[in-house]
């Protein structure tokens, strides 16, 4: 372990020793779970990078409050580290430390927004300095996530919706599930204390004013940032809220929406003997024509004893990553207007070329041995 810290003291700091011999026992037989057991002992574990983040009970804990607590750690040390890893823990131990001892108190989740901790742990190379030798008002006040007395010559508030599509088809090409996971993020400049309400196309909304609008969405799985007030979203639906400064999500949601895929992919697999095979990947842009797909990469599987896979692209650049068992094919521009007319495939010591139907836009072929 590079740090450990027993916040109630009723374990025994050995305990941590059965965790790993517990994983790899688990994965060689195939059975893993984020909920490992040894006698009375529970852990609770998540992985980031090279790095095991374990939280240890003897009791019947809350385990989606755990689960949420080591995420939020990540959160809070990728701010403070840029990059959480091996190396940035090793290097800053004094600070991760004295952030264990005020996120968490007596095995109770206190303070865990990175910019309020910041306000008092503030960090220069690998040294640590405190900014003030009390706790600031901002943690003890009913807004704790926002400092008193900001001031801007200009007061300006960006937003950002990101919106990411999941869907599952089936091998007939029927699409069996489609939804949009989305987030709304604020950057905000704005000085004083000031209370921001957004409007959304909310279903809800217009169903409880009376307004009959076509282009509305019923929004699922609502999760929001603390600043906002849920008594008034509960009541009539209104996002109102005193932001915090800077950088922060103030809401993620999820809509169960009929989607066309934005990239429809086809694939033909055709096998030779039991040692080979070949994999043909067509793509096609579903988007309109005015836009274009920037940095588009597809993942395409491959067996766990493929040695040295061989593949052609027709545009873009394709690349065998081992450890996950794929070929990353990596298109840096998809204009959906753009028609591929061949793709090739290596067979042997020969090339083929096979002719592609105009409305496809891009291919990659490759067999492994």
């Not at 024509?289 to 491959?302: G, H, L, R």
Request: aromatic residues 10%; proline residues 4%; charged residues 25%.
């Amino acid at each position: 372990p590079l740090i450990c810290r027993n916040y109630k003291g009723d374990l025994d700091m050995t305990e941590i020793d059965h965790f790993m011999p517990l994983v790899v026992q688990r994965e060689e037989e195939g059975n893993l779970t984020p909920l490992l057991v040894h006698g009375k002992i529970h852990f609770l574990w998540i992985k980031h990078s090279n790095l095991y983040l374990v939280a240890l009970t003897n009791k019947n804990a809350n385990a989606s409050l755990v689960y949420s607590f080591l995420y939020k750690m990540v959160e809070v040390f990728t701010e403070y580290f840029k990059e959480l890893e091996e190396e940035s823990i090793r290097d800053n131990f004094v600070i991760v430390y004295e952030l264990l001892d005020e996120i968490m108190d007596f095995g109770f989740p206190q303070t865990t927004d990175s910019k309020i901790l910041q306000e008092y742990i503030t960090q220069q190379g690998n040294k640590l300095e405190t900014a003030k030798s009390r706790v600031p008002t901002t943690v003890t006040n009913a807004v704790s996530w926002r400092s008193e007395g900001l001031k801007y010559k200009k007061n300006e508030v960006f937003i950002d919706v990101i919106e990411s599509v999941n869907l599952l088809v089936n091998t007939n090409g029927s699409v069996l599930l489609s939804e949009i996971v989305g987030s709304v993020k604020l950057k905000v400049f704005l000085s004083g204390m000031p209370e921001l309400r957004l409007g959304l196309n909310d279903r809800v909304l217009f169903e409880l004013t009376g307004r009959n609008k076509n282009k509305t969405v019923e929004l699922e799985d609502v999760k929001f940032h603390q600043c906002v007030r849920l008594s008034r979203f509960e009541n009539d639906r209104t996002i109102s809220f005193i932001p915090p400064d800077g950088d922060f999500e103030l809401m993620s949601y999820r809509l169960n929406t009929q989607v066309k895929p934005l990239i429809w992919i086809e694939s033909v697999i055709e096998k030779f003997t039991h040692s080979r095979l070949e994999i043909m990947v067509k793509a096609k842009g579903n988007f309109k024509k005015q836009s274009v797909a920037n940095n588009v990469e597809i993942s395409v599987p491959v067996p766990s004893d493929a040695d040295s896979p061989k593949f052609k692209t027709s545009v873009g650049s394709a690349k065998y990553v081992p450890e996950k068992n794929v070929v990353v094919w990596t298109i840096k521009s998809f204009p959906v207007s753009k028609c591929r007319g061949f793709f090739c495939i290596f067979k042997g010591d020969l090339l083929f070329a096979l002719g592609i139907p105009k409305h496809w836009s891009g291919g990659l072929s490759f067999h492994c041995d």
